[in-house]
């Protein structure tokens, strides 16, 4: 029973060492993520948190039913680097006035680019775009909306309208 609390608390050492020196979204801002739940998984070089996720650096916020964190494999010479995010379940993203929403949501982290789908939707204070894929450059500040490319026809307008790229923009 000892060695599995020494086991967990060395594994949360670990993560926290491997994260919060590695640039996440912010190149040196500290990293916090709070769960009900952290299951580290070594041999797979990632950790899954579920429950209520919440996660934040500097600017940028997530918060996701499940996040699994991706980081490459620790060698001598080499820190370990987060490689990718992966969300799931009612995902939703700020930076600034940014809100990104989806089903999930995958961080490239070498790209900096986030990816949103299934049912994605983006804010700008009050003007809103949706589409099947959002993708969100971090440092660049900007996005693509990609609608679903079903070539089918048949159905109502509103059907073949749903697979199509949405903006409602409000004049200041």
Request: aromatic content about 6%; overall charge neutral; hydrophobic content about 40%.
């Amino acid at each position: 029973m000892k060695n599995k609390h020494l086991h967990s608390l060395l594994c949360l050492i670990l993560f926290f060492l491997t994260f919060c020196g590695a640039p996440l979204f912010a190149a040196s801002a500290p990293i916090t993520i709070e769960a009900d739940h952290m299951t580290s998984l070594e041999e797979e070089n990632n950790v899954l948190f579920t429950g209520n996720v919440d996660a934040a650096q500097a600017d940028v916020r997530i918060r996701a039913d499940e996040m699994t964190v991706y980081y490459t494999a620790a060698e001598e010479s080499k820190k370990q680097e987060v490689k990718r995010l992966k969300c799931i379940g009612n995902v939703e993203i700020t930076r600034g006035e940014w809100l990104g929403t989806g089903k999930v949501m995958n961080y490239l982290a070498k790209e900096r680019k986030v990816i949103l789908s299934g049912g994605a939707k983006a804010w700008q204070g009050t003007n809103l775009v949706s589409g099947d894929t959002i993708i969100y450059y971090l440092d660049e500040g900007r996005s693509e909306v990609v609608g679903s490319r079903s070539s089918a026809t048949v159905g109502t307008d509103e059907e073949k309208k749903s697979g199509r790229v949405r903006a409602t923009l409000t004049p200041q």
